[in-house]
């Protein structure tokens, strides 16, 4: 099939930082609306708060974002703990999200447990299909232990390779490219950016200038029967990380 006939779609990765900016800022809509304006289809978000008092004012920020950009979305808590509501209990979460316009045709929530760090990570996964062909999108958060990002990447990799369909894993590493969980996971994905050259920083790692991104730690990783068409990086720092949107297309 030519380029010309195939369906073009966007995805995005985008950690947001509890929707706080470099600013210092807490403002989700600002988030929202970068969203709507990339016109992904698929959206990989990480550090996103449920109903946490303390850091962004008890809002279900998932499903806030969802509603902002009139999109579903699934959310997989990496950590849970109860809080109180308005009188009511809820379970209060930290963790990362899916959005999307296309159907979830089934949805998972995988948890991956912590090894002598600080907090779980996690998985959140949607299948859904475009012009009747189906796909499937994952959102993680790799942690800061490199053990445990190689243990945590082996589980995704063996996750990946059970599933029947053409897989976008998207999320923010941790780590660079050249690093063992990197080199792990390229033996059987495609990083969009080696494939399109637009090897862009994503992070500003102790940068001299705190709006200069250095390091690239966020990635969109596909399977290699997904051709990549365009990647480019926002230049905005309503987070602290900048916003990945890839151009893909199923064959």
């Given at each position: ?75 997989s808590p990496a950590i849970l703990t109860r809080t109180s509501l308005k009188g009511e209990d809820k379970w209060a979460?930290?963790g990362n999200a899916v959005l999307t316009s296309l159907p979830i045709e089934r949805q998972d929530k995988i948890v ?104 690239r730690i966020d990635f969109i990783f596909v399977s290699p029967e997904i051709h990549v068409h365009d990647l480019r ?19």
């Amino acid at each position: 099939m030519a380029d010309s006939e195939r369906t073009v779609f966007s995805v995005m990765t985008y950690n947001i930082r509890c929707g706080r900016g470099k600013d210092d800022v807490l403002d989700l809509d600002r988030i929202g609306q970068i969203i709507t304006q990339s016109k992904a289809k698929l959206v990989g978000l990480q550090e996103v708060d449920r109903y946490n008092p303390l850091r962004s004012q008890n809002v279900h920020q998932a499903e806030h974002l969802a509603k902002k950009t009139n999109m579903r979305y699934v959310y997989s808590p990496a950590i849970l703990t109860r809080t109180s509501l308005k009188g009511e209990d809820k379970w209060a979460g930290f963790g990362n999200a899916v959005l999307t316009s296309l159907p979830i045709e089934r949805q998972d929530k995988i948890v991956l447990p912590k090894h002598n760090t600080r907090e779980n990570r996690s998985l959140a996964v949607v299948d859904t299909v475009i012009d009747g062909k189906p796909l499937t999108f994952i959102s993680t958060h790799l942690g800061l232990s490199e053990k445990e990002r190689l243990i945590h990447i082996e589980i995704i990799a063996d996750y990946i390779e059970k599933k029947p369909n053409p897989v976008v894993l998207v999320g923010d590493w941790n780590e660079q490219p050249g690093s063992p969980t990197y080199n792990y996971i390229t033996q059987i994905l495609v990083d969009a950016a080696i494939e399109t050259e637009k090897e862009l920083p994503t992070f500003a790692y102790h940068s001299p200038d705190p709006y200069q991104a250095n390091a690239r730690i966020d990635f969109i990783f596909v399977s290699p029967e997904i051709h990549v068409h365009d990647l480019r990086v926002l230049n905005n720092w309503a987070s602290d990380h900048l916003p990945v949107i890839a151009d893909l297309s199923l064959a």
